[in-house]
Every structure is written in C-alpha cells, then in structure tokens.
C-alpha cells in the first residue's frame, strides 16, 4: 500500500524528465506533502491505482514518438480504474526543434487514461511557447492538458513554471478531493 498520498511516476531516456520530476516532488514537499518517486520501468501498472493523486510525467522524442517505457505498457495503462484519482501530467519535448510535436507524448497519455475516469488537472496555458502543433493541446488551443517543459529551447524558465504548476495543481487537487 502506498505510504503517501501522492506517487510521481516519469519514464525517461536522458534523465531529464526525472530532473523534472524530482524538482516538482521538491515544490509538493514544500507545501507539507509527501510524494513517493517512481521511474515507470521499475513498477507494475497497478501501482498507480494504489494512490489518489498521480503525476506522471513523459518525454516526447524526434517526430511525436512516446519514451519506450510508457509505451510498453500501453494496454495496462487503458485498464486501470482511476475513477477516485487526481492525475496531473507533465511532458518534456523541444518546441522548435520539433514543433509540429511539441509534447505530443502528454497527449498520448492523457488519451490512454481517458478510459479510467481519473480526475485530470493541471492544465497549463500554451503563452510562451512556439509550437506549430501539439496533440497536448487542449480543444481551444489555449492550454496543454498539463505542463509544458522544454529543457531544449527554454530551460531558463523551467523553475518558475515548475513552482507556478504544483501551486496550481495543489489547488485544484484540493478542489477535486474536497
């Protein structure tokens, strides 16, 4: 059984979407929370139902591709029951240098938990980004379904959107839990 409410759970290649992660479970214990830290290579998917608040985080490569460890586990992830589950994503990808697939790989994952009746926030407006197209995108094309990272093009901003998204996310968890 989980030991903290919260579990965030990244696959990565090049260690920078853990880089991430760790600073976004950093924000959450600030604010008196305890997050346990999973790389989803290392876990079973099930995992993920034993927690009410999930934060999954994943890396878009070259041309809209999904980091392998997420994508080896699809078909579990479309099975899981998260009907009572907060999950706030976030996603890593280069903007300029791919930006037809600007964190595509956030929207893949949002896709496949659709299924599952979890409670999403933590969507993150697309101002300051140049992207031509994102599966990410939420309908009105203002908003990410959830943050937007690019280590690549704009690693000077990563901190304060980091700070200003778990500030976000810890309000709407509250409002979603209450």
């Known amino acids: 059984m989980a030991q903290s409410s919260i579990a965030l759970i990244y696959g990565t290649d090049t260690n920078n979407t853990e880089e991430v992660g760790n600073k976004i479970a950093k924000q959450f214990e600030e604010l008196g929370e305890t997050v346990d830290i999973f790389n989803i290579k290392d876990i079973e998917p099930s995992l993920l139902e034993s927690y009410g608040t999930l934060i999954l985080g994943i890396p878009t490569w070259d041309f809209g591709g999904i980091q392998s460890d997420w994508e080896d586990i699809e078909d579990s992830l479309t099975a899981l029951s998260l009907d009572n589950t907060v999950v706030a994503l976030y996603g890593l990808g280069d903007q300029f ?4 697939y600007f964190i595509d790989a956030v929207g893949w994952l949002y896709e496949k938990l659709l299924p599952t009746k979890a409670k999403f926030v933590g969507q993150w407006s697309t101002e ?38 778990v500030i976000q996310v810890y309000a709407e968890r509250a409002v979603e839990l209450a």
């Open 97 to 100: 240098g791919y930006g037809d």
């Open 128 to 165: 300051g980004y140049e992207f031509e197209a994102s599966r990410a995108c939420v309908e009105n094309k203002e908003n990410f379904i959830g943050l937007a990272i690019d280590e690549d093009q704009q690693f000077e901003l990563t901190d304060e959107r980091i700070e200003q998204w």
